[in-house]
């Protein structure tokens, strides 16, 4: 059963700092992971795709890199801003989605 | 459709009482999923669908829950009396075939079981 630890829990952060979220697997036959951002009261949108044949995947100041053999997946944010405080979730894709419970990511002005 | 859309966005109902949920999946998308969520918690699996037959249900918590997805498009969430603990966000996803694919998740309904 493929179980998902996501770490930290929650960071406060000043705005422009630099930041990285780590997401941990057990079961490496996946065949993708997501990151996703969800504010509150709101569904998940998706940031992030990275197949498994693949290391990493790069959106604006959004950065994800994967380590299938080690059952590993970080998302670095640059730059950080107010805007970008919300919960990051971690998904990895066997037959469906299994999530971590989450990054509660506050960026002070 | 242009996104995932889940009706209606807030429930609130009485203990005992049934409920539907439904998700409208992207068009085209094969796969459709249901999720879970309780405050401060990560998404928990329900069922997965592959058209209109459901591929996994090993996540539906109890016989009270059920859902059907009869043309393969549009699916229901069914809750026969409710409890108090179902109260959460249930979150529907689709995907275009299956878990190699990107999932697109909907808004969610809120789920309150008074």
């Known amino acids: 059963k493929q179980e998902v630890t996501q770490i930290p829990a929650a960071l406060s952060v000043p705005e422009g700092e630099n930041l990285v979220l780590n997401c941990s697997f057990t079961d490496s036959a996946i065949y993708n992971l997501q990151w996703f951002r969800q504010d509150p009261g709101k569904g998940l949108t998706s940031l992030l795709l990275?197949?498994?044949?693949?290391r990493e995947q790069t959106s604006g100041r959004l950065n994800a890199s994967l380590d299938k053999s080690s059952g590993r997946s970080t998302l670095y944010i640059a730059a950080s801003q107010p805007g970008d405080s919300a919960t990051y979730l971690c998904g990895v894709s066997g037959s469906r989605l299994t999530f971590g419970e989450g990054t509660q990511l506050t960026v002070n002005p | 459709g242009a996104g995932v859309s889940q009706t209606p966005s807030n429930k609130v109902t009485e203990k005992g009482k049934y409920v539907e949920l439904r998700c409208d999946p992207i068009s085209g998308h094969t796969a459709l999923y249901w999720y879970r969520q309780s405050l401060g918690q990560g998404p928990e699996f329900l069922i997965y669908?592959?058209?209109?037959?459901?591929?996994?249900d090993s996540g539906l918590p109890n016989d009270r829950f059920f859902a059907v997805r009869p043309e393969g498009s549009v699916s229901t969430l069914k809750i026969q009396r409710t409890e108090r603990g179902d109260s959460a966000v249930y979150l529907c996803?689709?995907?275009?075939?299956?878990?190699?694919?990107?999932?697109?998740f909907g808004q969610g309904t809120r789920l309150t079981v008074v």
């Open positions: 996803a689709s995907s275009l075939s299956d878990g190699a694919f990107e999932a697109f």
């Open positions: 669908f592959q058209g209109t037959g459901a591929a996994d």
């Open positions: 990275i197949q498994s044949s693949q």
